[in-house]
Nanobody
């Protein structure tokens, strides 16, 4: 059974920082592509950042230069460092793990989410 448990969210002032963590069990973490998504009230869930099993990363344009995704394969944990936070970053942040279906990776497993609130 796959379990993804996020932590590290909270209330922070604009310009501040947070570090989100996602502890993964039930998957072979070291070979699994991982993602961070977020969903703000009234908006669709959007992909924030992704990291491959080899450590290659991609970011949404809105967070490039401010957020950093990383992984610790020995601990089975995914991270997202959030710096220079803005009010627009307020959202529930979700960790997701990929599953290979039909030759393509899909974000199929999800955590419960952690709330990030940025006050301006």
């Amino acid at each position: 059974q796959v379990q993804l448990v996020e932590s590290g969210g909270g209330l922070v002032q604009a310009g501040g920082s947070l570090r989100l963590s996602c502890a993964a069990t039930g998957i072979t973490f070291s070979i699994t592509p991982m993602y961070w998504y977020r969903q703000a009230p009234g908006r669709q869930r959007e992909l924030v950042a992704s990291i491959s099993s080899s450590g290659s990363t991609n970011y949404a344009d809105s967070v490039k230069g401010r957020f950093t995704i990383s992984r610790d394969n020995a601990r089975g944990t995914l991270y997202l460092q959030l710096n220079s936070l803005k009010a627009d970053d307020t959202a529930v942040y979700y960790c997701s793990a990929a599953r290979l279906r039909d030759g393509t990776y899909h974000a199929d497993y999800w955590g419960q989410g952690t709330q990030v609130t940025v006050s301006s």
